[in-house]
C-alpha cells in the first residue's frame, strides 16, 4: 500500500505534467513527448538539422526527437533510431530495439548506415536509475563515452554530437571528454528542461578526429 506522502506527491507530479505548457504543446503538435522541445531549442540554438542528412537517434523511445528531426528533414535524409524499449513507428524512420552498450547492436547499426557518414548523432540515453548517485553517474558517463566513440568513428568532420547529462559527479569529467574530443564543445540547458531537473545537454561540433571525409 502506498503513503499518504507518496500519493501527495504523484497527486502533484501529475497536475504539474497535465499543466506543463510543454506537454500542452506537444499534444497540440502531435508530438509524443515535451521533450521534442528541448531539441528544438537546441537546434534553433546550433543550427544542426538540415535537410538531406543522414542522423542516429540513440535513447529513441517515445519518439518525439525522431519525430522532430524527420519534421525538419522534410522527407529528405536519412534517420535511424535506437532504444532498448518497444518505439512506435515513426514514418521514415528505421528503428533497431536493443542494447547500444552491445556489440551485436552496434554491428547491426553500422550495417543499417552502410557506411554512410553520419551528419548527426542524438543521445538521450539515461540508465536505469538505482538510487545510489556515484553507481548511477557512473552508468551515465558510460553511456554517454560510448555515444562520443561512435560519434568519433562515423560523423563527418562538421558533424555534431548531442548528449543528454547529469550535473554531479563525473560531470566535469565528461564536459572535458567533449573539450578534447570537438573543436566546439558547449553545455546548453534549454527552457523546456524543467528547472528542478539536474539534466543538461553537451553539445560538440567538428570532431577533432574524424574517421570520415567528404
Known sequence: MKSSKSKK????????????????LAQKEGF???AAYKLKEIDETFKLVKPGQVVV?????????????????????????????????VDGVT?????????????????????????LVLSDMA??????????????A???????????????????LVTKVFHGSGYDQLAALFKSSFRIAKPYKPKASRDKSSETFLVGLGPKKAAVTE
Open 95 to 119: 528503428f533497431l530495439q536493443g542494447d547500444f552498450r552491445d556489440e551485436e547492436m552496434l554491428t547491426r547499426l553500422e550495417q543499417v548506415l552502410g557506411g554512410q557518414p553520419v551528419d
Open 32 to 34: 509524443r513527448a515535451r
Open 57 to 89: 537517434d540513440l535513447g529513441a523511445t517515445p519518439g518525439a526527437w525522431s519525430q522532430y528531426i524527420r519534421r525538419k528533414l522534410g522527407g529528405t535524409g536519412t534517420i535511424v533510431a535506437l532504444d532498448m524499449l518497444d518505439f512506435e513507428p
Open 127 to 140: 540508465p536505469n536509475l538505482s538510487g545510489i548517485s556515484s553507481i548511477d553517474a557512473a552508468r551515465q
Open 142 to 160: 558510460d553511456l554517454v563515452e560510448l555515444a562520443v566513440d561512435f560519434a568519433m568513428r562515423h560523423l563527418r568532420p562538421e558533424g555534431a
Open 9 to 24: 506527491v504523484n497527486k502533484a507530479w501529475l497536475h504539474e505534467h497535465i499543466n506543463d505548457p510543454y506537454v500542452k
